[in-house]
């Protein structure tokens, strides 16, 4: 099925009864081409570019639990390319490119609203970094621009400036940046790969890898062994779990990061804030929840919530940015289980197992990289070697000393 | 979380410092044949487990102690605290 406006008004005189489901639950089949396991925002992306841009049809994307059910709804939706590597900022500002034209390719409504990121400066010297980080991200071709306090002061009249211990003294922009609707993302992907042919398994858990001579041919799962060329991993917090399967230890810790929602107020905050002192990120969703958060926990978890130090500690950063919002009450909030790496870049490469090949270490920031992390994905799974813009995320770079460490933080996942 | 200081009792998380895996305790020796690998695995890799996980946690508002902790990072739940000191001795019972 495929929604336009002449099913929406057949579906409007017919009392909504002829709908089909967004993706078919399909009956496994006994051999696959490729096995994506892990039916996330990436592995359902890499399984939806893998049969449109390289034309292979045979796919099955295995979930353990429900599409949707996993990181890719447990997030802020904040999208962005403001990173300073070039190893980074050219992924990432693939990865946004990839969100202005994704409702198309998908033919699906994920609510891509580029509303405007803004992250505040509070001295000299983040000044200073800020517009080197500006400047990087122009080189690589993204949008960048240096607000002085009066520009922010008009969209953002109630942030605190003149506070004492941290007034803000400007900001770096970037207008491209934004939100988009996070489920919609998942729904989407899996509506349009299954349109292409993909086969989207839910509850189904991968127990197990088989190996033969060497090389991975399949995987035993609750509903039996299925046999295929190539198996690709992308399951966030889960990955050293699934990849010690096949002997591997990996530079990744688990680690807790926590996600809050208010209240539903008056549209107030009109694009995407972050705090220059502290961890704190805030964005209104289209139903007036302010949607807000910090720094993970910061310590070994795969429970899929957090403790009440982190929230107390993101709210005081809230406060400190914008008291305004201190009457607001807290209306829910959910933790996810992040793959921490080691120098707090993602890992896209093959493993020393010919057939098996990963996709993890995306630490907090994997949302906004679904796209571009389901393309370069699906080109090493198609290709057989990594695509030009994540050829460096590569998994012995620890080994051989070529890490791509945003802040600098060395082999500390917590910090990063 | 509250852990409970082996010296102080029952202190808040919000004082301590995590650092991770307590295998870091195992520093490989740096004079050996497989130095350079060794401590490419003893810096860069992790078990990661899920269940009980010994850890180290630094009691940075506190008494500035070292602590091994047994937690498992599926409940959160904390079984065992003990001074670093008690465990250097006998560094087999760590995690790896």
Redesign the interface.
């Known amino acids: 099925m495929r929604y336009n406006w002449l099913k929406l008004l057949k579906e409007g005189f017919n009392n909504n009864s002829g709908w089909e489901k967004t993706w078919k639950n399909p009956e496994l089949k006994k051999e696959y081409d490729i096995i994506i396991i892990g039916g996330g925002g990436h592995g359902l992306a890499t399984a939806f570019y893998l049969a449109k841009e390289f034309n292979i049809k045979n796919i099955a994307v295995l979930e353990k639990k429900w599409i949707g059910g996993g990181n890719v709804g447990r997030n802020t939706t904040i999208i962005r390319s403001n990173y300073l590597l070039n190893e980074n900022e050219a992924f990432y500002e693939f990865s946004l490119k990839l969100w202005e034209s994704l409702e198309k390719q998908i033919n699906y409504n994920a609510m891509v609203s580029q509303r405007g990121v803004l992250n505040v400066y509070h001295s000299d010297s983040q000044r200073d970094s800020f517009t080197r980080r500006g400047n990087s991200m122009i080189i690589n071709g993204a949008d960048a621009e240096l607000y002085d306090v009066n520009k922010i002061k008009l969209l953002y009249p109630f942030l605190d400036f003149d506070n004492a211990r941290f007034p803000i003294k400007g900001g770096l922009f970037q207008k491209r940046g934004g939100t988009v609707r996070h489920d919609a993302v998942a729904w989407g992907y899996a509506h349009a790969a299954d349109q292409l042919g993909v086969d989207i398994i839910q509850n189904c858990e991968v127990e197990n890898f088989k190996f033969k001579f060497g090389a991975c041919i399949g995987v035993e799962t609750n509903k039996g062994f299925i046999k295929a060329n190539k198996v690709g991993c992308a399951v966030a917090g889960s990955t050293?779990?699934l990849m010690?399967k096949a002997n591997m230890?990996?530079?990744?810790?688990?680690h807790v990061l926590q996600a809050f929602v208010s209240e539903s107020l008056k549209p107030i905050i009109p694009g995407v804030i972050t705090f220059g002192a502290g961890h704190f990120y805030i964005s209104q969703s289209d139903k007036g929840g302010l949607v807000f958060g910090g720094d993970i926990d910061?310590?070994?978890?795969?429970?899929q919530r957090g403790?009440m130090?982190t929230l107390?500690?993101v709210c005081e950063g809230g406060l400190a940015l914008m008291p305004i919002i201190s009457k607001t009450r807290l209306l829910r909030m959910w933790g996810g289980v992040m793959d921490m790496s080691?120098d707090g870049s993602p890992i896209i490469d093959k493993t020393h197992i010919n057939g098996l090949y990963m996709n993890a270490g995306w630490c907090y920031g994997g949302f906004k990289a679904t796209p571009a992390s389901g393309w370069c994905f699906a080109h090493l799974l198609a290709k057989g070697y990594s695509h030009a813009l994540s050829k460096n995320y590569r998994l012995d770079r620890?080994?051989n000393g070529y890490m791509i460490d945003e802040k600098g933080q060395g082999?500390?996942?917590?910090l990063h | 979380m509250i852990i409970d200081h082996p010296l102080l009792g029952p202190r808040d998380i919000s004082e301590f410092i995590y650092l991770g895996d307590a295998s870091l305790l195992n520093r490989p020796k740096w004079d050996a044949e497989d130095a350079e690998h060794s401590f490419y695995e003893y810096l860069y890799l992790r078990k990661n487990i899920a269940g009980v996980h010994k850890e180290l946690w630094f009691h940075q508002q506190g008494d500035r102690s070292w602590l091994v902790i047994s937690r498992n990072t599926l409940t959160h739940e904390i079984t065992k605290v003990d001074l670093v000191g008690n465990h250097s001795k006998n560094m087999e019972i760590l995690n790896d």
């Open positions: 050293s779990l010690s230890n990996l530079p990744i810790e688990s910061g310590y070994n978890s795969y429970a403790g130090e107390e500690d080691m620890f080994k082999a500390q996942p917590n």
